[in-house]
Each structure stands twice: as C-alpha cells, then as structure tokens.
C-alpha cells in the first residue's frame, strides 16, 4: 500500500516563466514516481491564501500570495514509495541557498522567496492540498508498465 502514497507538486509561476516546467516534470519520471494528475491554471488569490493558510500570520505571507498569483502555475499529483519525504528530497531545502547541488532548488535557484516549486510537507498535508487543487474525477487510475521494474 505505501507504494501508493501520493504527494503535491507545483511549479511556481518563476519556474514557468523561467522554462523549467520539463525539468522538474522529468525528474519525477525518471525517478520511478507516477504522474497521476497535471494542470496548468492560473491561481486565484482566494486558493493560494487557503493553501498557504498555516503561514498567514508570517509577515512575508502577502509577498507570497502576490508572487503565487502573479503567473501560472503547473500542478501535479506523484505516486509512489515514500512520494512526501522524497518529493521533499528531490525539492531541497526551503531556502535554496542550503539547498544542495543535485536538488531543484539547489541547481535552479537562488532565493526563498523564488524557489520556483511546492511540495507537500506530510502525507496529511498531501492529502488535503490534493483535495485542495483538484477534483477527484482530474485524478487517473493507470497502471505504468514500468512499475513490475520499479518496484520488486
Ligand atoms: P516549503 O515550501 O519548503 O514547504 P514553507 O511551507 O515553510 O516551505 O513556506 C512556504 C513558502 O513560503 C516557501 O516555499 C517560500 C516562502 N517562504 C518561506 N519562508 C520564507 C521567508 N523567510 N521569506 C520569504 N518567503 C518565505
Ligand atoms: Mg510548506
């Protein structure tokens, strides 16, 4: 069952407007995660105060709110063993100043308040922001054919 733990990726509008939509889509597939849900939208201010409702009291909460509305951004849904703790992994650190070559943020960015992706935090969080950013019927139950070579 944890094989089918999921996990809440964005790429926030600077990694649209910066090209790195493709990049951050192919690690995630190279990895042996799942795609099971993708959308590009423009968000409104009203879902990204909710999303980022835990931080609302942060004196940089209305920077990040403008900052989040101001472009596109590309959702997505990833499954797999570990797919929170992992995703986080392969994300970086918050600030991308500590976060390490070989990360997204660690090889495409350079300030916090531009790290260029979300993602979930806890499969709970996961849970919610997924409930959040999508309906369920946007959510595709396939089965890759990698996955016999992914998993033993
Ligand atoms: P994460 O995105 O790694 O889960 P978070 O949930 O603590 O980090 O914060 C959400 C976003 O808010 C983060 O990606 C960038 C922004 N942010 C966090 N701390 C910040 C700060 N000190 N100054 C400016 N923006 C900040
Ligand atoms: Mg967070």
């Known amino acids: 069952m944890a094989n089918t733990e999921r996990t809440f990726i964005m790429i926030k509008p600077d990694g649209v407007h910066r090209c790195i939509v493709g990049e951050i889509i192919k690690r995630f597939e190279q990895k042996g995660f799942k795609l099971v849900a993708l959308k590009m939208m423009q968000a409104s201010q009203e879902l990204l105060e909710t999303h980022y409702g835990d931080l609302s009291s942060k004196p940089f909460f209305p920077g990040l709110v403008k900052y989040m509305a101001s472009g596109p951004v590309v959702c997505m ?23 390490k070559p070989g990360t997204i943020r660690g090889d495409f960015c350079v300030q916090v308040g531009r790290n260029i992706c979300h993602g979930s935090d806890a499969v709970e969080s996961a849970q919610k922001e997924i409930a959040l950013w999508f309906k369920p019927e946007e959510l595709v139950a396939w089965s890759p054919n990698q996955a016999p070579w992914v998993y033993e």
């Open 77 to 99: 849904v990833w499954e797999g063993l570990n797919a929170v703790k992992t995703g986080r992994v392969m994300l970086g650190e918050t600030n991308p100043a500590d976060s």
